[in-house]
Structure formats: structure tokens, C-alpha cells
């Protein structure tokens, strides 16, 4: 049977206005959703896993695709995924840990820049001899390292900030008549944000890489920042690591609000039913200090441990070889 880890994150007490969602007039909004019927701000996976991928090239591993801050454009070393046609080519870590698709529609002409594509022609290309359309095809490899939206730990109440930007203070507020501070207003958040996570390193073409992942995940920090107006730590302040043999992963989203503190009460009825294992529990980070006595005897054979970087070198100890 696969060895699968899965994993909850939470980030730590911050002000937010991350992923922004559509500007209503000069506000610029935050993305929510609906959540235990309250309104909740949220950050989409893409951006955690654009954040990822600059992690991983930062920590060493070598990528096929990064972001050019000059152009403002991501940037591809072997668009075609070549090396994946053989088990032996030589992958790249954010295409092996994170997956790719490079699809062509149907009805366009052979030959374009997708290499997967396939091909038809007419046999002849004689007076009247036109070739032939080619087939839609794709290219496409699942991510092995999968990612949740995160979701605020508590519901957004609406905090708006009004600002204004001084004259001049940009090129396009230089223009004729732009003689007065430019008025724009920000929604933000103040609260943690939590995502789950999940990787069966057996399905990466190099097992080496998911330790990697799962170090760089607890190392993340910035991801959606909003026009650098924000900064906000998104590295987790708490994880919970499940390493197991169920290919369910039944902790994605553990973390809940109690008292105004973070607590893990799911996770904790979870393990008391039988559904998750203690021994395959590994908790890092603050959510230890408010476990109670009665919540730690439950929890006995959990590995806890006050940092998230001592959690993550455990979890990393457990993984296949």
C-alpha cells in the first residue's frame, strides 16, 4: 500500500488583504466565500502553489518554469514536458511535484508549437490536397502535491480601509489634470488563514522531492500579496501532519476557532472515534499550548512539538524511501 501525507495549515494573526477578488469602483475587494454560513475571506490554491514553486527554486531544486519580475511574465525552459516521455528523462521538480497540461484545441492546423499534438495529413500534397486538421489533444500530469484554498479562520466583518495616494505618486497619476491625491479604498482581514494539503511521494518520478515540498511549505511566506500594499506571513504558525496508509485524508480543514484561540476539537473527536490513528499524527506549532489535559490523553501516541520545523523534520524522517 502508498504512504500518503496530509496536512493542515495555519497561518499566523495577521492583517490581510491577499488574492483580491474584482475592484467595485476604486475599492479594491478580497475574495469570500460562504462558509459554516458566514462570509470568509479566502485565498485561492494558485496562488499558494505560485508561491510554492518560487520556494522550491529558492531552496535549490531546479524548475521549469519561473516568473520574470522585469517582464511581468512567466517564463518556460521545456514548455513540451519532454522528459516525461521516458522514465529515465530528466524531470523538473515544480512539473513532478505540481503537474502540468498543454492542451490544442481541435480543428487547428498541424504543426503548431504543442509537440504532443497529433498529426494528420492527406497522404498527397497534390493540386487540391489540403492537409488535414488536426485532432484536440492534451498533455497533462496531476499534481502529486494538492493543495486546498485557504479559507480565514474566522468571518471577514467588513473591515474596509480608505486611502489616498499622493499626487504624482505613480506614472499614471502624472497625467494632466492629476493634480490631487488619487482616493482608493482596500478591504482587508484581520485573522489566520488554514489549507490543507496532500502528497504521496511514490507517485513523484524523485521521492527525494517531497521533503523538499513539505519543507517549503513550512517555510512559504508571502503568497498574494495585494500590489505589495500588504505584507503578510504566510508561513504556517501551526501544522497538524497525518502520515498514514488511508487514502483519506480527513483533516484538510481541522482547525476551528474556540474562545478566540485556534483548537483542534475535530481532530481531537477524530481520533477518539477511531477514524485517524494517533501514532500517525504529527502536530507542530501553538496549537500544542492549548490542547487540554483531557484532549492530550486523547491524543496519546501524537508526536508534538512546540515548532513547526521540528513537526516537518519528523514527518520527513517517516516518508519512503
Same mark, same amino acid.
Given at each position: =500500500?502508498?504512504?500518503?501525507?496530509?496536512? *493542515?495549515?495555519?497561518?499566523?494573526?495577521?492583517?490581510?488583504?491577499?488574492?483580491?477578488? =474584482?475592484?467595485?469602483?476604486?475599492?479594491?475587494?478580497?475574495?469570500?466565500?460562504?462558509?459554516?454560513?458566514? /462570509?470568509?475571506?479566502?485565498?485561492?490554491?494558485?496562488?499558494?502553489?505560485?508561491?510554492?514553486?518560487?520556494?522550491?527554486?529558492?531552496?535549490?531544486?531546479?524548475?521549469?518554469?519561473?516568473?520574470?519580475?522585469?517582464?511581468?511574465?512567466?517564463?518556460?525552459?521545456? !514548455?513540451?514536458?519532454?522528459?516525461?516521455?521516458? +522514465?529515465?528523462?530528466?524531470?523538473?521538480?515544480?512539473?513532478?511535484?505540481?503537474?502540468?497540461?498543454?492542451?490544442?484545441?481541435?480543428?487547428?492546423?498541424?504543426?503548431?508549437?504543442? #509537440?504532443? #499534438?497529433? +498529426?494528420?495529413?492527406?497522404?498527397?500534397?497534390?493540386?487540391?490536397?489540403?492537409? *488535414?486538421? %488536426? @485532432?484536440?489533444?492534451?498533455?497533462?500530469?496531476?499534481? $502529486?502535491?494538492?493543495?486546498?484554498? %485557504? /479559507?480565514?479562520?474566522?468571518?471577514?466583518?467588513?473591515? /474596509?480601509?480608505?486611502? *489616498?495616494?499622493? !499626487?504624482?505618486?505613480? !506614472?499614471?497619476?502624472?497625467?494632466?489634470?492629476?493634480?490631487?491625491?488619487?482616493?482608493? *479604498?482596500? #478591504? =482587508?482581514?484581520?485573522?489566520?488563514?488554514?489549507?490543507?494539503?496532500?502528497?504521496?511521494?511514490?507517485?513523484?518520478?524523485?521521492? %527525494?522531492?517531497?521533503?523538499?515540498?513539505?519543507?517549503?511549505?513550512?517555510?512559504?511566506? +508571502?503568497?498574494?500579496?495585494?500590489?505589495?500594499?500588504?505584507?503578510?506571513?504566510?508561513?504556517?504558525?501551526? /501544522? $497538524?501532519?497525518? $502520515?498514514?496508509?488511508?487514502?483519506?485524508?480527513?483533516?484538510?480543514?481541522?482547525?476551528? &476557532?474556540?474562545? +478566540?484561540?485556534?483548537?483542534?476539537?475535530?481532530?481531537?473527536?477524530?481520533? @477518539?472515534?477511531?477514524?485517524?490513528?494517533?501514532?500517525?499524527?504529527?502536530?507542530?506549532?501553538?496549537?500544542?499550548?492549548?490542547?487540554? &489535559?483531557?484532549?492530550?490523553?486523547? =491524543?496519546?501516541?501524537?508526536?508534538?512539538?512546540?515548532?513547526?520545523?521540528?513537526?516537518? &523534520? #519528523?514527518?520527513?524522517?517517516?516518508?519512503?524511501?
Amino acid at each position: =500500500m502508498s504512504t500518503h501525507v496530509f496536512a *493542515a495549515v495555519l497561518t499566523s494573526y495577521g492583517v490581510a488583504a491577499n488574492n483580491r477578488g =474584482m475592484n467595485e469602483g476604486n475599492t479594491t475587494t478580497l475574495q469570500k466565500l460562504l462558509w459554516n454560513g458566514q /462570509v470568509h475571506t479566502t485565498v485561492s490554491a494558485e496562488s499558494i502553489r505560485f508561491a510554492l514553486r518560487r520556494r522550491l527554486a529558492e531552496a535549490g531544486q531546479k524548475c521549469n518554469r519561473s516568473f520574470n519580475e522585469s517582464s511581468r511574465m512567466n517564463e518556460w525552459i521545456e !514548455p513540451s514536458f519532454a522528459a516525461w516521455n521516458s +522514465e529515465s528523462g530528466d524531470t523538473f521538480a515544480d512539473d513532478d511535484l505540481l503537474g502540468f497540461m498543454i492542451a490544442t484545441g481541435a480543428g487547428t492546423e498541424g504543426g503548431g508549437t504543442d #509537440e504532443s #499534438e497529433e +498529426e494528420e495529413s492527406s497522404g498527397k500534397k497534390g493540386k487540391g490536397k489540403a492537409k *488535414a486538421k %488536426a @485532432k484536440g489533444s492534451a498533455t497533462v500530469r496531476r499534481a $502529486v502535491l494538492e493543495i486546498t484554498r %485557504a /479559507v480565514s479562520l474566522t468571518p471577514w466583518a467588513g473591515d /474596509v480601509t480608505f486611502n *489616498a495616494a499622493s !499626487p504624482g505618486a505613480t !506614472p499614471s497619476a502624472q497625467k494632466k489634470g492629476k493634480d490631487n491625491p488619487v482616493p482608493y *479604498a482596500t #478591504e =482587508m482581514h484581520a485573522t489566520r488563514y488554514q489549507y490543507g494539503l496532500s502528497l504521496t511521494p511514490e507517485h513523484l518520478r524523485v521521492r %527525494a522531492r517531497a521533503a523538499v515540498a513539505l519543507q517549503s511549505i513550512c517555510a512559504l511566506g +508571502e503568497v498574494a500579496g495585494n500590489h505589495g500594499r500588504f505584507l503578510y506571513d504566510f508561513s504556517p504558525e501551526s /501544522v $497538524v501532519f497525518r $502520515v498514514t496508509q488511508d487514502p483519506a485524508p480527513r483533516l484538510l480543514y481541522t482547525f476551528e &476557532q474556540r474562545n +478566540e484561540q485556534p483548537a483542534i476539537s475535530s481532530l481531537v473527536r477524530k481520533v @477518539k472515534a477511531g477514524d485517524i490513528q494517533a501514532s500517525e499524527l504529527i502536530i507542530g506549532g501553538s496549537i500544542i499550548d492549548g490542547l487540554s &489535559q483531557e484532549e492530550r490523553k486523547a =491524543m496519546e501516541g501524537a508526536a508534538l512539538f512546540a515548532g513547526v520545523m521540528a513537526a516537518c &523534520q #519528523e514527518v520527513c524522517r517517516r516518508l519512503p524511501k
